[in-house]
Nanobody
């Protein structure tokens, strides 16, 4: 099982980016999925989360600007984060996270490798 994140980059304040994360491998099912971020010198924090039945939760700092979604494709589940009206304080490494039940019915939290988002002022 692996999570592969992509989509980070450099953007000016007010701009947009779309992050993607692909979950693949010997997966039986995926429960909650989420995006976290970690800014320099700070702890990792939850940005947005989505359950398997589509319930969504956002951190107050991104409500109205970010949209989380997930799509099921053959053998792969995709998690996206559409980020609009980006602010310099959004500069961080963004990580995708998923609670996955593998083909052996073991439950474990998996993390993507992180993708850097830099918002210039």
């Amino acid at each position: 099982v692996q999570l592969q994140a992509s989509g980070g980059g450099l953007v000016q304040a007010g701009g947009s980016l779309r992050l993607s994360c692909a979950a693949s491998g010997n997966i039986d099912s995926i429960n909650d999925m989420a995006w976290y971020r970690q800014a320099p010198g700070k702890q990792r924090e939850l940005v947005a989360a989505i359950t398997s039945d589509g319930r969504i939760n956002y951190d107050d700092s991104v409500k109205g600007r970010f949209t989380i979604s997930r799509d099921n494709a053959k053998n792969t589940v995709y998690l996206q984060l559409q980020m609009n009206s980006l602010k310099p304080e959004g500069t961080a490494v963004y990580y995708c996270n998923a609670r996955i039940i593998d083909s052996g019915l073991r439950v474990r939290d998996y993390w993507g490798q992180g993708t850097l988002v830099t918002v210039s002022s």
